[in-house]
């Protein structure tokens, strides 16, 4: 059956769409394993294209370490662009996986891995495309089950309808738990309903929505979320790695055939931060820092570079400027690849002291492009957002990069910011013009500065998942006068699809109510809501008015002080007391400092991870 199915494809599928490589698996590294009845089948899956789903370490870290198990099969699947899934549909392909071209419905477990909002639609997409039921109650014993991770885990409810089980927190800490738990249940011939309950019972990781119950009060809000049976605990725990030095790193990652967004090695140096931003689920969530040794890091590096041959390793972090030994290891990663003709690059950098470090160590490899990240460019913006850092140290840093020979510097910022004021946005404007300047200084011309800039969206779990989003015509009006302030042609402004901003806002905090609008815009067609070229804002917003929801509810809403909010039952170990401490901060425009360098927040966070936040 799969060798017909995957001569049928090769035949009279590929020849027809662009990219076919995305679809063929066979990849450098790429495991392929027996399906045996002692072994657990899942398959990963990715709510995007394969592109952007290869360019994700967490997706290659789940893959290696699932594939190391002797009692378990783990294969990929990404979501087909439109030419392909056309003609699947036309000639009744089931989606199928990159390894085997095994359906994905004869897999013991479908795990997405969710990574922004604008993703669900192609969520109910592919299980539709699997043969799958899309919405979970509606799932039989011959189904497999559904679950879902990524930071989207930690506010979950919009999704409640079609996943049947989240695991909140680091994969590789609760995911292997899971399997272990899985294959003892199919061996004991448990019922889906008897698994999703001990699976409840068992990991405090794990939350399986139709086993809680939501009420509502008369304003809409939520009055409780509870268990609906006796022994389940209310709260959810996020899982979080205790240890970066002692877990699993894939030194065998996948390779792809064909152009990714990102294609080189990734080296993740530190999990966590402390910085305390005040807008930042994933610094507020990740808690506390967990760096890996230089030793370690250059040791991984060496071994993904032999087993892969990529010329380019990036160093990923939260922060990678606050790793706290970064000098010396960018000294021996420039000893190590700097001979080779390797890259080194970093994500957008925290302006910091290390940043005028920063320009002579990366010089021997790089000289693109030095990418910050202000986010506002006002002291008391800054303050505001718990972002303590001064256009002294940021000119210092950037002129340093321009002596160094550097060309381009990319800054990004956000507006709707809370209490912003037009000041605060002409701020931006006088700001890149400042760098600008800087390389006509030096080199008697004038720098290249590109601008990313992106409306403010509250995130849960954040100092201000209280604050309403700015509206839709504000952002609009703050973008207009922006663009009639930035005039000079060696600055580009990018600035993010406001509406797609405003539907990431919706569901960013949203309860299981959406669920209903997710699955209308879907039947209308919404799907690759994060590609500019699929968005259809008009098309939401009639499923909204289909569904009887009101959109505006979720976004523009100033939320009660003591609200219970849709995610309150998911602990990301940061606890709300300290988040309602920094809100009150922020009015006052009171900077908490690093705890790794400061006192204790007592934010929570260290007693879920049973160690300390100081690198």
Excluded at 112 to 137: D, H, K, R
Aim: glycine residues 6%; hydrophobic residues 40%.
């Amino acid at each position: 059956m799969k060798n017909a199915l995957k001569l049928f494809i090769t035949e009279n599928l590929l020849p027809l769409v662009e990219m076919p490589g995305q679809y063929i698996g066979g990849e450098w590294n790429s495991v392929v394993k027996e399906h045996t009845d002692s072994r657990i089948k899942m398959v990963l899956a990715f709510p995007d294209t394969y592109s952007i789903g290869m360019s994700h370490l967490g997706i290659q870290i789940l893959y290696g370490l699932l594939n190391e198990r002797e009692d378990t099969v783990c294969e990929r699947v990404f979501a087909p662009v439109d030419d392909m899934e056309s003609l699947m549909r036309k000639h009744q392909i089931p989606l199928f996986s990159l390894e085997t071209y095994t359906p994905v419905r004869e897999f013991d477990i479908i795990g997405f891995s969710i990574q922004y909002e604008l993703s669900y639609t192609n969520i109910l997409n592919m299980l539709s495309l699997s043969g799958i039921p899309v919405i979970a109650s509606e799932r039989s014993e011959a189904d497999p089950l559904v679950i879902a991770g990524g930071p989207a885990a930690i506010s979950p409810e919009p999704l409640a309808d079609f996943i049947d089980i989240f695991l909140v927190g680091d994969g590789e800490e609760c995911l292997p738990q899971l399997i272990t738990l899985w294959k003892d249940m199919k061996r004991r011939k448990l019922s889906r309903s008897e698994k999703l309950i001990s699976i409840a019972k068992t990991l405090n990781n794990a939350y399986v929505p139709s086993l809680f119950d939501v009420t509502y009060g008369w304003n809409n809000t939520i009055q409780q979320i509870r268990p609906k049976i006796d022994g389940l605990s209310p709260r959810i725990q996020s899982a979080s790695v205790k240890d970066l030095n002692t877990t699993y790193f894939p030194t065998k990652p996948i390779v792809p055939y064909v152009k990714t967004v990102h294609d080189r090695i990734t080296i993740e140096v530190m999990r966590g931060c402390t910085q305390g931003c005040r807008f930042c689920q994933a610094g507020m969530s990740k808690r506390p820092t967990r760096p890996r040794t230089v030793e370690n890091i250059v040791r991984l590096a060496e071994l993904c570079y032999a087993n892969t041959g990529h010329n380019e390793i990036s160093l990923a972090s939260l922060s990678i400027s606050d790793y706290p030994a970064l000098s010396a290891l960018m000294e021996q990663m420039n000893r190590a690849f700097h001979p080779r003709q390797v890259n080194i690059s970093f994500p957008s950098l925290r302006v910091n002291e290390q940043l005028i470090l920063l320009p002579s160590l990366l010089n021997v490899v790089r000289k693109s492009g030095l990418t910050l990240a202000p986010e506002a460019a006002t002291q008391t913006l800054r303050r505001i957002i718990n972002k303590d850092i001064t256009d002294e140290d940021l000119c210092k840093g950037v002129g340093e990069a321009f002596k160094q020979g550097w060309n381009l510097v990319k800054l990004y910022f956000m507006v709707g910011l809370p209490t912003e004021t037009d000041d605060d946005i002409d701020a931006i404007a006088r700001l890149a013009y400042k760098v600008s300047e800087l390389k006509k200084e030096i080199s008697g011309n004038f720098g290249q500065v590109n601008i990313s800039i992106a409306p403010f969206v509250p995130k849960a779990h954040t100092p201000f998942q209280w604050h309403p989003m700015v509206t839709l015509q504000r952002i609009k009006e703050i973008r207009n006068r922006l663009f009639d302030r930035i005039r000079r042609k060696c600055i580009r402004i990018k600035f993010h699809n406001a509406e797609r901003s405003i539907l990431e806002g919706i569901f960013a905090r949203g309860d299981r109510r959406l669920g209903k609008v997710i699955y209308q815009a879907w039947q209308d067609g919404c799907k690759f809501d994060a590609w500019e070229e699929h968005f259809h804002f008009q098309k939401w917003m009639e499923a909204f008015q289909k569904a009887g929801v009101d959109w505006a509810f979720y976004v523009h809403r100033q939320r009660g002080d003591d609200e219970v909010f849709p995610w309150d039952h998911i602990s990301c170990g940061v606890v709300k007391p300290f988040l309602v401490q920094e809100r009150q901060r922020s009015f006052h425009e009171e900077v908490t400092p690093d705890c790794r360098t400061d006192v204790c927040p007592e934010c929570g966070s260290c007693a879920r991870s049973q160690n300390f936040c100081a690198a």
